[in-house]
């Protein structure tokens, strides 16, 4: 496990934020999308999180990956998941293999998508050693699996 910068976890929650492209699941008991289930609860560092939501993400027909997001309670809009307070996780998991620069890709437009020019601004640093985690690995292929988790006064780890 890698630690990066705080601001990272802002930008990549916004990988289970909705979005034009994703199809979402409510997450009341757990959910299971395109094959993969999401629990109910999860741990992270000493907090229960509880499962805000789940859905897949498409880049044009075809599914990519499928991201849950955790948090201490539920939270509605992207606004109120970024500024909950507590510790807070994004599971994803890869449908499909993909080349790790495409991935950063999709990530960082995810992120610009989703926040103002100044927050993406300050999220640099740690996209940039996202990219180098993702650099080392080269391929994701299907079924792989990673967790972004948020733990205050420790930081966020990949």
Same mark, same amino acid.
């Given at each position: 496990?890698?630690?990066?910068?705080?601001?990272?976890?802002?930008? $990549?929650? +916004?990988? &289970? @934020?909705?979005?034009?492209?994703?199809?979402? /699941? *409510?997450? !009341?008991?757990?959910?299971? %999308?395109?094959?993969?289930?999401?629990?109910?609860?999860?741990?992270?560092?000493?907090?229960?999180?509880?499962?805000?939501?789940?859905?897949?993400?498409?880049?044009?027909?075809?599914?990519?990956?499928?991201?849950?997001?955790? $948090?201490? +309670?539920? &939270? @509605?809009?992207?606004?109120?998941?970024?500024? /909950? *307070?507590? !510790?807070?996780?994004?599971? %994803?998991?890869?449908?499909?293999?993909?080349?790790?620069?495409?991935?950063?890709?999709?990530?960082?437009?995810?992120?610009?998508?989703?926040?103002?020019?100044?927050?993406?601004?300050?999220?640099?640093?740690?996209?940039?050693? $996202?990219?180098?985690?993702? @650099?080392?690995?080269?391929?994701?292929?299907?079924?792989?699996?990673?967790?972004?988790?948020? %733990?205050?006064?420790?930081?966020?780890?990949?």
């Amino acid at each position: 496990m890698k630690t990066v910068p705080c601001m990272l976890l802002a930008g $990549l929650l +916004a990988l &289970a @934020a909705p979005h034009p492209s994703w199809a979402q /699941a *409510p997450a !009341a008991a757990g959910v299971e %999308v395109a094959g993969v289930r999401y629990a109910p609860t999860t741990a992270v560092g000493n907090a229960n999180l509880q499962l805000n939501g789940a859905g897949i993400r498409y880049k044009a027909i075809f599914k990519v990956y499928a991201a849950g997001l955790y $948090l201490g +309670a539920k &939270a @509605a809009t992207p606004e109120v998941v970024y500024t /909950a *307070p507590g !510790a807070k996780r994004s599971r %994803v998991v890869m449908l499909r293999d993909i080349d790790a620069n495409e991935l950063g890709k999709l990530f960082t437009d995810g992120m610009q998508k989703n926040a103002s020019r100044e927050e993406f601004g300050k999220s640099i640093p740690g996209t940039l050693k $996202l990219a180098e985690m993702f @650099a080392t690995k080269k391929r994701l292929v299907a079924g792989e699996t990673f967790s972004v988790d948020y %733990v205050p006064g420790a930081g966020t780890s990949v």
